[in-house]
């Protein structure tokens, strides 16, 4: 059977963030289609053995069932040329950086933001990689910045954290760029956010400024603040 574009999309958004749940392809493929539209092609894509189920993404505060995740099935790894083995689990950390950009497409789509260039794990030379890197344009203020966001669960213990901005520190050293990306941690809860704050502020100061940490909720209104 003849793959449609669409179907080509879904498989590439897939591998991109190597997991994502079915609410993220419904609402950044099918946003002009019936609701009953991406149940069907995901479906066939599963049948198919393109996609792959990984299990559900856990409910919120009120349980229930959660939305299917999805990972590149055999056959879709080899359209795509892709090395590994599936994962036998759902990568709550896969979904959240899905879910960060998914939160930049819908502001774009409300005319807050334009999101130039985007990037998942990109590689800062020369020993850290970025979740998800993003340049922006705020039409409103007339203004372009980027950022590379690391998408945080809670489960990284404060060494790793100061590993990670000693990485990018030696990536500032190593840049010859008038302007070095902002380093955005995005977190779930308060206490997450004070933690990190408080690692953050016992940095030295030249680091300080190269460091954020914001709330899921709230990213978006403070980038355009920075």
Known sequence: MELTQRDYDVLTLTHTFSQVASTHLTELLFADRSHSVPDKVLGRLVRLGYLSRVGRRAGGDKGGAGAYVYQLGRAGR????????????????????????????????????????????????????????????????????????????????????????????????ASTDEFFPYVVFVVRQQARKNELARIFRRLPEEQQDMMRVFLSPELIPELMRL
């Open 78 to 173: 080899l359209l795509l040329d892709v090395d590994g083995r599936l994962m036998p689990n759902v990568n709550n950390h896969a979904l959240m950086i899905a879910d960060t950009y998914l939160e930049l497409r819908r502001a774009e789509e409300a005319g807050v933001l334009a999101l130039k260039e985007w990037a998942v794990e990109l590689p800062v030379p020369p020993a850290v990689r970025a979740d998800l890197f993003a340049v922006v344009d705020f039409p409103q203020q007339g203004c372009s910045s980027s950022y590379y966001l690391e998408i945080d669960l809670g489960t990284e213990q404060p060494a790793r954290i100061r590993e990670k901005v000693a990485g990018y520190w030696r990536a500032v050293e």
